[in-house]
Nanobody, 122 residues
Framework: QVQLVESGGGLVQTGGSLRLSCAAS????????MGWFRQAPGKDREFVAR???????LYADSVKGRFTISRDVAKNTVDPQMNSLKSEDTAVYYC????????????????WGQGTQVTVSS
């Protein structure tokens, strides 16, 4: 069993910053992709960003230039630094992992965390 645990969510004002973290634990597991998705109330879950094992990143257009995803090898986490936050960034953010080289589609990810709430107030 693989567990993904997100942390770092909270309440922030428009224009502020937050850093999320995703810690992976459990049985030995080789993830080729770790990614982040988000889901706002009444909306479908949407792709935010992902990193392949080699460090190649991909971002949704809506966060490009504002969010940066990086890997902390020592802590086995993939952490998005979220800057210039907007009210439309308000959502539950989910960490996800795949043994494949996944991209935008949620169906390409096998393991999911429980989510962490990010609320951006104007």
């Amino acid at each position: 069993q693989v567990q993904l645990v997100e942390s770092g969510g909270g309440l922030v004002q428009t224009g502020g910053s937050l850093r999320l973290s995703c810690a992976a634990s459990g049985r030995t597991f080789s993830s080729n992709t770790m990614g982040w998705f988000r889901q706002a109330p009444g909306k479908d879950r949407e792709f935010v960003a992902r990193m392949w094992k080699g460090g190649i990143t991909l971002y949704a257009d809506s966060v490009k230039g504002r969010f940066t995803i990086s890997r902390d090898v020592a802590k086995n986490t993939v952490d998005p630094q979220m800057n210039s936050l907007k009210s439309e960034d308000t959502a539950v953010y989910y960490c996800a992992a795949s043994t494949y080289h996944a991209n935008y589609a949620a169906s390409g990810y096998i393991y999911w965390g429980q989510g962490t709430q990010v609320t951006v107030s104007s």
